[in-house]
């Protein structure tokens, strides 16, 4: 009956037309890119600690060594998502964001009662527990938002990754308009009520939306990616010039309401690309049925070897030899196949590449995490006003983002054209970090806005080069067990860097001000330091680790500049011809697409035949 209605002609839509269309755009793929969208705008909240941990410290009582003990649990929880990626394995994504959902709204509404007093005072490892939980959902809502995602757009995982990972960077800045927007600039513990009740109702509101679809893929599918990237930065320039005029202006609670309505609107202006291309598609959908009636006996051919639909070729294992030992797991830890190929959990774990890359991230993204972490407490002791404090967390998030996405398309662009390696624009992202380190360490006057930009930048720009050289050295076969790898060394550089040293050093300076001023320091009183001497040490402390970091990834450029110089995607693309050409030798159809192929190769070089919970 739709179908009829649709083809009539007629000037309005029907009621059943209106309901066919309303279906289909809510189950359709690329609503669901919207759904991860809004789930990964508002999932940043790892990255806001600066903006409450003052009100953490003082409504507790906490010295710095202790908050920063705090900001470590936060950044273990963030980080750490190899749970959730076994429940994702097991389970549907509405599992995984229901859980991640509950998680986020626990953590942060225990944090958020023990600081305005609604419960008794919790220990210390009560509260490093609320806010490990309400840190790791953040790594539930990347697994069940982003990995669907994913593998309904397999030949566009590159866009998808950047956009979505993009709109975390930029979640930070758009919390804190919303927050502004709903209590104003004054009740800062209001954003951890905020933190923990929005990301929390946004995710249950999509449950069911994010799921796996089967679809195959669009002509224009990139150019859509793109058009979405396109807003996204529309999105990252208006909250870049609207942080930069709240810095200038003191904004009243209307000019508050008008800003965060605006950025809401750039939120859901996606739904437009959304709606044209899911009509788009259900008028195609439609106009089918009515354009192709099924064919008349007569014409019916019947063939002796119908084809068959979807395409499935399996290749036959290799036959076992009499007499071949298969190896286990252990014997072949230290024996990798060659570089690019799929490596063993273990084999990846103990190869001197994985050490390197490990060494890396622990100093580099530890430095860049710490002085995000710390951006509150250093705007306070270098005499910042509280609202510079926000605008400083504000630019960090805009240029997390733009960091996320340059080193993403840019590290692509330059290896495809110019062979230029990623481990060596990993060192030069280093390297650049190392001068905003710098700027903290020397307090150069109103040198933190610049600051903020250069280590916001750098954090993000690690993260798409890091995990990308992963899966490029050691293959896709076990990537998401070596992604959170990769990711699980970043706490432990925090915790180094964080508490045992900017934590450590800027109570000594504190106790040394007040020694100096003539006021002994009591137990659970609060520990506050002045001036650009409370963070000088730390920095360059800082700034020579990741000094180090740049030296250790040269060696890594050395190890991997015969990889890199090669075609290191040639392996997929003569796996796409080989396994299409035996779909046309076992069909004698060579122009039939090929949309399913299952495979069964022996192991290559150095791996041996372990299952899968090596």
């Known amino acids: 009956m739709v179908v009829a209605e649709f083809s009539s ?9 209106m309901r066919s269309f309303g279906v289909h755009l809510i189950l359709g793929q690329w609503f669901m890119i919207f759904a991860a969208i809004l789930i990964m705008s508002v999932a940043g909240a790892t990255y806001m600690f600066s903006l409450y941990s003052k009100d953490i410290k003082t409504s507790l009582g906490y010295d710095q060594s202790t908050l920063n003990l705090l900001s470590s649990f936060k950044d273990l929880g963030g980080n750490v998502g190899i749970i959730s990626g076994l429940i994702n394995e097991v389970s549907p994504p509405w599992v995984v964001l229901s859980v991640g959902a509950i998680m986020n709204f626990t953590g942060y509404f225990m944090i958020w009662l023990a600081v305005t007093g609604r419960i008794a005072k919790p220990r210390v490892w009560q509260m490093c527990l609320y806010i490990c939980l309400g840190a790791n959902s953040q790594t539930y809502a990347n697994t069940g938002a982003l990995v669907p995602c994913v593998k309904s757009f397999p030949e566009s995982r590159g866009s998808i990754l950047g956009l979505l990972k993009g709109f975390v960077g930029l979640s930070g800045a758009i919390i804190t308009q919303l927050y502004h927007t709903f209590y104003g600039d004054d009740d800062s513990k209001s954003l951890i009520l905020l933190i923990a009740w929005l990301p929390a109702a946004v995710s249950l509101v999509f449950l069911r939306i994010i799921r796996v679809i089967k679809i195959v893929r669009q002509t224009k599918e990139l150019k859509i990616f793109y058009n979405l990237l396109y807003m996204s930065l529309g999105l990252a320039g208006f909250l870049m010039v609207l942080i930069i005029i709240q810095d200038r202006l003191r904004f009243t609670g ?48 019947v063939t002796e070897n119908p084809i068959p639909d979807p395409v499935q070729v399996t290749l036959p294992p290799v036959p076992e030899t009499p007499g071949r030992k298969v190896d286990s797991c252990f014997q072949n830890v230290f024996n990798p196949p060659e ?97 905003g380190h710098l700027l903290i360490a020397f307090g150069v006057p109103n040198s933190l ?10 954090f993000g720009a ?31 550089g925090a915790y180094i860097l964080n508490v045992r040293v900017a934590g450590y050093l800027y109570d000594k300076e504190a106790l040394k001000q007040m020694t100096a001023q003539g006021r002994p320091w009591k137990a659970g009183q609060e520990l506050t330091c002045t001036g650009a001497h409370c963070y000088k040490m730390s920095f360059i402390i800082i700034t020579a680790a ?69």
């Open 339 to 435: 570089r690019g190929e799929d490596y063993t959990i273990l084999q990846a774990i103990f190869s001197i590449d994985m050490i390197i890359l490990f060494t890396v991230t622990t100093c580099g993204v530890g430095g860049t995490l710490t002085a995000i972490d710390n951006l509150g407490q250093i705007g306070k002791a270098l005499g910042y006003p509280a609202h510079s404090i926000t605008t400083f967390v504000s630019l960090v998030s805009i240029w997390n983002y733009l960091g996320r996405v340059v080193s993403g398309f840019a590290s692509e662009e330059f290896l495809r054209r110019y062979k230029f390696p990623r481990p060596m624009m990993l060192t030069v992202v280093l390297l650049l970090s190392c001068v």
């Open 254 to 301: 209307i000019e508050y309401t008008v800003s965060g309505s605006v950025v809401v609107f750039l939120i859901f202006l996606p739904l437009t690309i959304v709606f044209k291309e899911e009509f788009n598609l259900w008028k195609t959908k439609l106009q089918a049925l009515t354009t192709d009636p099924p064919s008349p006996p007569e014409l019916k051919v």
């Open 546 to 614: 990741t000094l180090l970091a740049c030296l250790i990834s040269v060696i890594l450029v050395i190890r991997t500049r015969n990889f890199y110089k090669g075609d290191i995607y040639k392996k997929f693309r003569e796996g796409v011809k080989t396994a299409e050409t035996v779909a046309s030798t076992e069909n004698g159809h060579g122009d039939l697409p090929l949309r399913e192929i299952e495979t069964s190769t022996a192991p290559t070089k150095g791996q041996s035949e372990c299952t899968t919970n090596s």
């Open 9 to 17: 002609g007629g000037g309005g839509w029907s009621i059943s037309q």
């Open 449 to 458: 806005y610049l600051a903020s930009v250069i280590i916001g930048f750098c």
């Open 462 to 492: 690690q993260w798409p080069l890091i995990f990308a050289i992963i899966s490029e050295i050691f293959g896709l076969k076990y990537y998401a067990t070596l992604y959170n790898l990769g990711g699980g060394a970043s706490p432990v």
